[in-house]
């Protein structure tokens, strides 16, 4: 039975990927192309060693088979959330545990993660992407983002290739009309705080420069600031994730203000010094 994994049929995600970032075919002369050992069909020959990811990714595909496990079969892709929450907090925790075996086996599960969506994509109408689809398009992606590597553009430093990130993105994906676009309103309120003060400070309404309004030393003297915060907050019958989310969401609101009338004069957004009693 041919496995639609490895359909050699052109789907929707590399096809998508492929008419958002143009990338000369010089530039991807040194990305490493599919060994002349494989099939058509992206499945090892029969004289070759399947690898280890190959390995799993038929593993996947027999356990969601009809002759496979009845409760792999009848996942979803929302039904499978909570476990790619799961496993990638659990990943998370691995990694700044330090644990290499750990790490290892935490970075299995997110794969296992990605290939079971995979696969699920590929028997479902309307998707009809399978893993290589996803692959081409991420190798798409990078190669477009970094034509400083791919192509003929100068960038020395990390700061450099951050500074030309965004011009990157917009012109990948030139639909996007704000700086808020692509962020994950989903995120833990304070990964969102960080990340929506960032594009505050991108349009000027946040000064980048400007004096801290609390001077810190460490993250190890942060983090007791923001737990005593929480539990101020808890000891008063108060949700300081809900708060903060409210905060964030108000300066959301200025952002797009600001950017709908062309203006992006520095001011303080409300969140730069620190609440003052009433």
């Not at 096809?15 to 060994?35: D, H, I, K, R, Y």
């Not at 009809?66 to 892709?77: K, L, M």
Request: glycine share 6%; charged share 25%; with cysteine.
């Amino acid at each position: 039975m041919t496995n639609p994994l490895f359909s050699a049929a052109p789907a929707s995600g590399a096809a998508a990927a492929s008419a958002a970032v143009s990338v000369p075919t010089a530039e991807l002369a040194s990305v490493p192309a599919e060994p002349a050992s494989s099939t058509s069909a992206g499945l090892p020959s029969a004289t070759s060693t399947p690898s280890a990811l190959d390995t799993l990714i038929e593993t996947v595909a027999k356990l969601r088979a009809p002759d496979g496990c009845p409760w792999d079969a009848d996942q979803t892709h929302d039904s499978l959330v909570k476990y790619l929450t799961e496993e990638t907090h659990e990943l998370i925790e691995a990694i700044e545990s330090g644990s290499r075996d750990e790490m290892l086996e935490e970075l299995g599960d997110v794969l296992y993660q990605v290939l079971f969506h995979a696969d699920i994509a590929a028997h479902t109408s309307g998707e009809d992407f399978d893993i290589q689809d996803v692959a081409a398009a991420m190798t798409q992606k990078m190669v477009g983002r970094h034509p400083h590597v791919f192509g003929d553009l100068t960038l020395d430093t990390a700061d450099d290739v951050v500074a030309a990130w965004d011009d990157f993105k917009a012109q990948e994906k030139p639909h996007r009309t704000s700086v808020l676009d692509g962020i994950p309103q989903g995120m833990p309120a304070l990964a969102l705080a960080d990340k929506v003060l960032g594009r505050a400070e991108k349009i000027g309404l946040i000064e980048v420069d400007a004096e801290p309004s609390m001077v810190l030393g460490s993250e190890d003297e942060l983090g007791p600031l923001l737990l005593a915060i929480v539990a101020a907050a808890r000891a008063q019958g108060l949700d300081a994730e809900r708060a903060l989310r409210g905060a964030v969401r108000d300066l959301q609101e200025e952002i797009r203000a600001t950017e709908a009338e062309s203006a992006a004069d520095p001011f303080d957004a409300g969140v730069i010094g620190t609440p003052t009693s009433p």
